[in-house]
């Protein structure tokens, strides 16, 4: 690694690590894991015939579709996926265990605010062992707190480089009418996102970084995510 690309990593692991979120720079051992990745499906559930509030007409209709039939994102109840609420650090880290075929890792609890015995505990391990989040300099990992959309970016960001997947093909925040509020710890990844089509921008040009990241935003981003690989 050349002098100035580990000014760049030493810069975004500061950053990152006061979000909960730390830096692929300082990956453990990945084979220390056994980790499959994911893909598209040609044939996918009808999610309209079984959410009420998904419609054929929604513009995240087919990614919700994808990654309910991949088992990544399961509905909120047994008719609603909430499509725009917006997820917390225990579900996203969920849906990047599910992401990565559910890897065991050793039972321990490693933060304050997470029992050992609740849904997302194993997940939450895992994410953390894999250094894809970390929790924060109190002893905590926040579980309930919401995810933003630069967070959602630079977490997918992560798993890419835990998986072994090229970093490339990098975008322009510059052009985006918003990007002032892009956060230095997440400009490289959403770049990243940007440039490979994992994330775009919404109304009036704005990539909205601080905005939270919603379930069907992560639906869409995941898909996008996956086509990274064919």
Not at 9 to 16: D, E, H, N, Q
Request: hydrophobic residues 40%; charged residues 20%; glycine residues 6%.
């Amino acid at each position: 690694m050349n002098k100035k690309l580990r000014n760049s990593a030493i810069k975004l692991i500061l950053f990152t690590l006061a979000l909960g979120i730390i830096s692929p720079a300082v990956y453990a051992n990945e084979d220390t894991y056994q980790v499959q990745t994911i893909s598209t499906i040609s044939t996918t559930t009808d999610v309209a015939e079984v959410f009420n509030d998904v419609s054929t007409a929604d513009w995240f209709y087919e990614d919700v579709a994808n990654v309910y039939s991949l088992g990544l994102i399961m509905g909120v109840t047994a008719d609603t996926f909430e499509p725009n609420t917006v997820a917390t650090r225990a579900q996203l880290a969920t849906i990047v265990h599910r992401m990565s075929n559910d890897p065991t890792v050793a039972p321990k609890t490693a933060f304050t605010d997470v029992p050992e015995d609740e849904w997302y505990t194993a997940s939450v391990n895992w994410v953390t062992d894999a250094n894809i989040f970390s929790g924060f300099e109190d002893g905590t990992f926040r579980p309930n707190e919401l995810v933003t959309r630069e967070q959602l970016i630079v977490v997918l960001y992560n798993l890419a480089q835990f998986q072994g997947i090229p970093i490339e093909n990098l975008g322009r925040i510059s052009t985006f009418s918003d990007s002032i509020d892009i956060s230095a710890w997440s400009a490289y990844a959403m770049q990243w996102g940007i440039g490979n089509g994992i994330i775009g921008g919404k109304e009036d040009n704005m990539l909205d970084p601080k905005g939270g990241a919603t379930r069907a935003e992560i639906s869409a981003t995941i898909t996008r995510y996956s086509n990274l690989e064919d």
